[in-house]
């Protein structure tokens, strides 16, 4: 599956942006997904993600209660709601799909990943 994530760009902090994964290739029910982010001179690090079916969800401390991981599979897309951004979720911002049977955190188990949207958050 081949993975593109798109809704990057620049806001003040408080303000949202919603980023979109959209999959090709294979259908992406076939997947649990997830979102991850890197910022410059840190390591890759998880975001949030969710099963295949949208039951499970799962999101990293940093991010509870600010962001919400939804998905369209009949639109093949994954997304990732960002409120009340701050300067450290400043990152690029990374989907992955992974054949995990479980929704995870575990970098290792991701299988596929898109390119990377930049997020950038101004104080």
């Known amino acids: 599956v081949q993975l593109q994530a798109c809704g990057g760009g620049l806001v003040q902090v408080g303000g949202s942006l919603r980023l979109s994964c959209a999959a090709s290739?294979?259908?992406?029910?076939?997947?649990?997904m997830g979102w991850f982010r890197q910022a410059p001179g840190k390591e890759r690090e998880f975001v949030a993600a969710?099963?295949?079916?949208?039951?499970?969800?799962y999101y990293a401390d940093a991010v509870k209660g600010r962001f919400t991981i939804s998905r369209d599979n009949g639109k093949n897309t994954v997304y990732l709601q960002m409120n009340s951004l701050k300067p450290e979720d400043t990152a690029v911002y990374y989907c992955?799909?992974?054949?995990?049977?479980?929704?995870?955190?575990?970098?290792?188990?991701?299988?596929?990943w898109g390119q990377g949207t930049q997020v950038t958050v101004s104080s």
């Open positions: 290739g294979r259908t992406l029910s076939r997947y649990n």
């Open positions: 969710i099963s295949w079916n949208a039951g499970r969800t």
């Open positions: 992955a799909a992974t054949t995990a049977v479980v929704v995870t955190a575990d970098i290792n188990l991701y299988d596929h």
